[in-house]
């Protein structure tokens, strides 16, 4: 997810993308401690998305 795609969300839709991110990020995590993923760089991605959507948030 682009910075100018969460730019067009609502505070109530950040804090929902925010909690889904996060629960995906620990699935992966999880999953990739038991077996390694096909494409690690998923966790990387996942993270600088969490990272976005809370600076948007606090920029609120």
Same mark, same amino acid.
């Given at each position: 997810?682009? #910075? $100018?795609?969460?730019?067009? =969300? $609502? +505070? !109530?839709?950040? %804090?929902?993308?925010? +909690?889904? $991110?996060?629960?995906? =990020? !620990?699935?992966? /995590?999880? /999953?990739? *401690?038991? %077996?390694? &993923?096909?494409?690690? %760089? #998923?966790?990387?991605? &996942?993270?600088?998305? *969490? !990272?976005?959507?809370? /600076? !948007? *948030?606090?920029?609120?």
């Amino acid at each position: 997810m682009k #910075q $100018s795609e969460v730019k067009g =969300y $609502s +505070a !109530a839709e950040l %804090s929902d993308k925010l +909690a889904e $991110s996060q629960k995906v =990020y !620990a699935d992966l /995590t999880r /999953t990739h *401690i038991v %077996s390694p &993923l096909d494409n690690p %760089s #998923q966790i990387k991605d &996942l993270r600088r998305t *969490i !990272a976005r959507l809370k /600076t !948007a *948030i606090n920029n609120q």
